[in-house]
């Protein structure tokens, strides 16, 4: 699948490339994006370079991952976003914000609108979160994306060689008031 674009009122969601390398290296030197996600520690150039020279020109090619830079209009990088493909019907949506852009809606807005495009144009009827244990401010983002937390699962993320417990949880097309691809008989 070649790259879409997505806008929200204030966001421009496209998959990033070489020229956006600085910029992802750049956000990645924070220490809770280090910290809270599976990117490495120390992060290197070379792991941006690869990361927008490969892996996302690569995940878009056979549709194993859509990784969307979020923008500002004016082009400034806010955060990154991907829908990883999990199982038939199923993503996982992962994201982060970079230090001065947080606590302002705009990871929400991405992930709403990035679901919002999965569940219609991927046939996707479920978008699965998963975040370590105590990484508030990704359950924060996914509670106001109208994600259902599920639970806990127990040693269920490696990070850097450690195996952590995290929270699980999902957004199904009815959550967005969009038709599931196929019926869902929720448990009494």
Known sequence: MDPVTLTTDRLVLRAVGVDDTDAV????????????????SPYLR????????????????????FAFGVFLPSGELVGMLAITMR????????????????????ITEATVAASRWAFTDLSIDRVEWRAEVGNAGSRAVAERAGFTIEGTLRSAINNKGVRRDCWV???LPSDLGLPSTAPYLPAR
Do not use: C
């Open 25 to 40: 290296f750049e956000a990645a030197q924070d220490p809770d994006i280090q910290r809270w996600t599976t990117i490495p």
């Open 87 to 106: 199982s038939l019907g199923v993503g996982e949506v992962g994201y982060w914000a970079t230090k001065e852009h947080r606590g302002n809606g705009y």
């Open 169 to 171: 949880g999902s957004l």
């Open 46 to 65: 070379e792991h941006a370079s690869g990361f927008t020279d490969q892996m996302v020109p690569e995940g878009w090619a056979d549709g194993s991952a």
